[in-house]
């Protein structure tokens, strides 16, 4: 799991103590998603309703779905814009890790996300899947909505980040 330091949201650019607003996505950028920033003096770590979203190192973006959530398209919306926020600073990898069980709406699955929020600093995406259920799944969208780079799944966690690590992130 992503570490925690002082919780924080962010609106109209500016990191502010959760703890000093009333309603923190009401107007600006982040108008209706429901992430709390995670930071020292950067954004660093955003959480979603579906995940936590946050750097791991200088060129890795790691995903951890959190347990019992269902997969829909809001949740998917705010969990991309979280990544391409995060991933708006620098070229970088992404590490994508599902719980065990996993369950998601149909529209998930017959939407291209890649297409509607755009990745442009993305270089490669490891999806960990933990079965055969969900790797037929990952394996299915991947071949039906191709990302623009390269992008595999994995049943466990140290082999996709040892494919990752051999992805060169260079501009």
């Known amino acids: 799991m992503i570490a925690f330091r002082t919780e924080w949201h962010v609106t109209a650019g500016w990191c502010i103590p959760k703890e000093h607003l009333e309603d923190p996505f009401a107007n600006g950028p982040h108008k209706g998603l429901d992430c709390t920033v995670v930071t020292d003096d950067h954004i660093h770590e ?18 951890h779905f959190k347990p019992d959530v269902t997969l829909n398209m809001d949740g998917i919306t705010a969990l991309m814009e979280a990544r391409r926020t995060l991933g708006d600073r620098r070229v970088h990898c992404a ?19 890649h297409e509607r929020i755009p990745q442009p600093n993305t270089r490669a995406v490891a999806w960990v899947v933990h079965n055969e259920r969900n790797e037929q799944f990952t394996k299915m969208y991947l071949t039906y909505w191709a990302p623009p780079f390269p992008a595999r ?19």
């Not at 994508?96 to 996300?113: A, G, K, M, S």
């Not at 799944?153 to 501009?171: G, H, K, M, P």
């Open 46 to 63: 955003l959480e979603t309703p579906l995940a936590f979203v946050g750097y791991t190192s200088p060129t890795l973006i790691e995903v």
């Open 95 to 113: 590490l994508l890790i599902f719980p065990e069980e996993l369950d998601f709406d149909i529209p998930v699955i017959t939407t291209n996300h």
């Open 153 to 171: 799944t994995f049943l466990e966690e140290q082999e996709a980040r040892a494919w990752l690590s051999s992805i060169d992130v260079a501009e």
